[in-house]
Every structure is written in structure tokens, then in C-alpha cells.
């Protein structure tokens, strides 16, 4: 296929597709050198013995991994796009780590059920050597509690995962039972400590996994205790509230304490007005100023926290800032930026245009924003409008039910120089997916051009 041809997840999941993969065949060739003994098994209760150990180690690593990534680490956010492909991450590897945590749930057991159901012999098993290792002694003693506990933790593992995925779960809901994801990783840790082949520690394999599961062990201790992300927040004061009823969305401007780094357009932070609620993210929709440290965010009634924020917030309410996070930074080489916001998908545009207002710094690129809504709140639209003039933006506002759907085909129209742009998409998912298809089977080699927000933290 060529690549042009490719569809958009294709592309757009490259280095998220390259890092699963890779930390999973690592894995394998680590265990395959410290287990050599599986190239000569024979019979079923030896297959089941190598694969036992073998899918727990692939489980530990993608949990150990997706509980490093919790922690919104900064140093790998460039190579993977930013915070939001590293959640991706995060739950692919959470998703992966259910599926090895299932085979290696279903191998531990589905031998002894075929026992139980006469279906197989159990071979004669003789007597073992004695154990001259006191630590390996000591491991053996705890073998019972630690299958125990595992195979327990490894239900309400499966139960908290499926609830992750199941959006229509609140998101508070969902975030108070998340929480107790680090309580279970550590008693898998426990498990997998003493049930781990004792000679698996004396090898590469184990090095990697003890440092895996060590750092993973500071990262649950770190959620909770609520401390991730505590270097990076920041206190603010709620200084103004302003409703647009027409499109649903409530602009909130933070007066912001000491100790931001200041921000790029683009980018996002987590903000914590009540924290029973916890953390939510949000695009910054304000370019940033030393001499005036205020920033401002768009928030729209989708869900049941953010259709409370016009009765639960008020000016001067202490509120925190956690960030700035992200990739969507406008950089590129290319002469035209073509800008696509689907509805509240508009926000990082807004920050950039007021970026530019201020310092000329797009003067070099022709620049056209699309922006296509549903909603329609006047108000809304004449401040994205001042806000383009004053940016020296082309314009483009489509509303639905007046000028019909988005399409590429209509940008492509509007856009002579539409080969030599660069593309940045900021909106539901499967528009953002539709129209990068659509230009990469037209020839832009969309893997460097097209860059879209995957904005979900479930």
C-alpha cells in the first residue's frame, strides 16, 4: 500500500504503535534468553508451566508502564506527540495488560479444570530438591498468600479496567474507582515477586522487570498519596466568568499564582476547582503574558462535571493550575497553516491568533482557520472574528445547519495552496479521522502535516 493510502490511525499512531510494540517484544526476547527451557518442552503441563510465567511477565511490564505513564512524566512527551498520545499509550497498555492478565489467568486454570473434568492426567511430580537460597526459601513460604491475593486482585483488576472503557460511566465515578488501580498493582507486585521463576532475578530479564515494577511501585505510591503532578501546579484565583448560552460554553479567565513557567499556544493543563472532583483537562485558550499572568480556558456542558461548572464556580475561587502539557504547538517549516476547529475544537486557535496579535510572529505564513459548529452563539463568533482580523487570519466559519458539513473537499476549494500546507485539527475524533484520510488519498503525506489532538483521557 502506498503511504498516502494509509488511513489515518495508521499514521497517526506511529510512535504509540512503535513503543507498545517494542516494550512487548523486548520483553519476550528477555524471558526467551532467561528461560531457554521452552525450545525443548514437551507435553501440555510443561507448555502451561513456560506460558504461566510468560504471560505474568508481559502483564507486569504493561502495567508496570501504564502506571509509570500515569505520572504525566515530561521526558517522553516529545518523542510520543505529547501528553495526549501518551494516554493513548497508557490505555493500550492497560488494555493489553488485561488481555495477558486474562491468558495468564485462563493458563493457570484451564489445565487444573481439564484435571478436575478427567480430560488429562496429572503427571507424577518427584521430590524436590531442597532450597539452599534463604531468600528463595522465604519467597517459597509465602507462595499460598501471594496466589491468593493475586488471582482476587486479578478480578477487580478486569472489573476496574471494563468500567474505564465504558464512557457512559460518569467520569467521577470512573476517576474514584481508578484510584484504586495502584492498590491493586501493588499486591500484583507482591505476587509476581514471589511467584517469578527465583532464577529470572539473576538475569537481564529480571533486572528490567525489578526496575519496571520499582518504578511502578513509586508511581502508585505517588497517585495515592495525590501527589502527581505536585511540582508542576500552581494556585489561581477564578477573576472572571463570562457564558456563551448559545453554544453551551462557560470562559473562565485565572488570575494565576507564582510559579507558572508560562505556556504555548496550544497546549493544555489539568485544573482542580473542588478536589473531591479531581483534575480535569482543559485547552488553553489565552496566550501567555509575564506582565499580565492570567490565562483562560473554554469549558463545555458535555458531561456531568463540566454542565455544573455555572453553578458550582464564582470569581475568586481558589482554584489549581497543573501543566502546561502538549505538542500541538503550531511548529513546522511550512509556508500555508490551514487550521481546522471542529466546535469547541476551536480553543487552541484562539490562543495562537492571540499570540500572533501580539507579536507579529505568523507574519511569514498564510494561515486559514475553519471553523465548523453545530451551536451558534453570536457573541462567540464575533470574538473569533476579532480575534482573526487582529492575527491577520483568513476566516472560515461553517455552521452546520446553514453551510452544510466540513469536508475536505470544501477546504481543498477554499485553499489554492492546500499541497504545501501544513494541517492542524483540534475536534471530534472521527471528523479529525474523515478529513485526514481524505487529504492523504489526494497525496499530502499526512504523517508530517497532519496533526490532530487526541484529546481523551479515557
Not at 470574538?383 to 482580523?389: P, Q, T
Not at 487570519?393 to 452544510?404: C, T
Request: glycine fraction near 10%.
Amino acid at each position: 500500500m502506498h503511504p498516502a493510502l494509509l488511513t489515518a490511525k495508521d499514521f497517526l499512531m506511529t510512535n504509540i504503535i512503535r513503543a507498545f510494540w517494542i516494550g512487548l517484544v523486548g520483553l519476550s526476547i528477555l524471558w526467551l534468553v532467561a528461560d531457554p527451557g521452552v525450545f525443548g518442552a514437551t507435553g501440555i503441563f510443561e507448555w502451561r508451566h513456560f506460558f504461566v510465567q510468560y504471560s505474568g511477565v508481559l502483564a507486569m511490564g504493561c502495567m508496570s508502564v501504564a502506571m509509570i505513564l500515569a505520572l504525566r512524566p515530561r521526558w517522553p512527551e516529545r518523542w510520543l506527540g505529547g501528553l495526549d498520545k501518551m494516554y493513548r499509550l497508557h490505555k493500550w497498555l492497560g488494555i493489553g495488560g488485561l488481555v495477558l492478565a486474562i491468558s495468564h489467568w485462563f493458563f493457570v486454570n484451564g489445565v487444573k479444570w481439564a484435571v478436575g473434568w478427567g480430560l488429562l492426567t496429572k503427571p507424577e511430580r518427584g521430590p524436590r530438591a531442597p532450597i539452599e537460597n534463604v531468600v528463595e526459601a522465604a519467597l517459597r513460604h509465602v507462595r499460598d498468600p501471594a496466589k491468593f491475593l493475586g488471582e482476587w486482585t486479578f478480578y477487580a483488576v478486569v472489573l476496574l479496567i471494563v468500567i474505564a472503557l465504558i464512557k457512559i460511566i460518569p467520569y467521577r465515578q470512573f476517576l474514584r474507582l481508578h484510584r484504586l488501580l495502584p492498590v491493586a498493582y501493588l499486591v500484583l507486585v507482591f505476587h509476581s515477586v514471589v511467584l517469578a521463576e527465583f532464577y529470572y532475578w539473576l538475569t537481564p530479564l529480571g533486572a528490567v522487570l525489578a526496575v519496571l515494577m520499582a518504578a511502578g511501585t513509586y508511581a502508585a505510591l505517588t497517585s495515592l498519596l495525590g501527589r502527581i503532578g505536585v511540582a508542576r501546579r500552581v494556585p489561581g484565583t477564578i477573576a472572571n466568568l463570562q457564558r456563551f448560552p448559545g453554544v453551551k460554553v462557560l470562559r473562565k479567565t485565572i488570575e494565576m499564582g507564582p510559579g507558572w513557567p508560562g505556556h504555548r499556544a496550544g497546549q493544555f493543563a489539568f485544573v482542580t476547582s473542588n478536589p473531591k472532583e479531581g483534575a480535569h483537562p482543559y485547552t488553553i485558550a489565552s496566550s501567555w503574558e509575564a506582565d499580565a499572568p492570567q490565562i483562560t480556558f473554554f469549558a463545555k456542558a458535555l458531561g456531568d462535571h463540566t454542565s455544573r461548572l455555572e453553578q458550582t464556580l464564582k470569581p475568586g475561587q481558589p482554584v489549581t493550575i497543573e501543566g502546561p502539557y502538549g505538542c500541538f504547538t503550531f511548529e513546522d517549516d511550512q509556508p500555508v497553516q490551514i487550521w481546522i476547529g471542529g466546535g469547541v475544537g476551536v480553543t487552541p486557535f484562539i490562543a495562537r491568533m492571540q499570540h500572533l496579535a501580539i507579536d507579529g510572529a505568523g507574519a511569514t505564513k498564510t494561515i486559514h482557520l475553519f471553523h465548523s459548529t453545530a451551536e451558534v452563539d453570536e457573541a462567540a463568533l464575533q470574538n473569533l472574528a476579532d480575534d482573526a482580523r487582529a492575527a491577520k487570519i483568513h476566516l472560515h466559519v461553517l455552521i452546520d445547519s446553514r453551510d452544510g458539513i466540513l469536508t475536505a473537499e470544501r477546504i481543498r476549494q477554499a485553499v489554492p495552496q492546500w499541497r504545501e500546507a501544513s494541517y492542524w485539527f483540534c475536534g471530534p475524533a472521527g471528523f479529525g479521522a474523515a478529513l485526514r484520510a481524505d487529504f492523504a488519498q489526494q497525496g499530502v503525506p499526512v504523517r508530517q502535516r497532519f496533526h490532530q489532538e487526541l484529546f481523551s483521557m479515557r
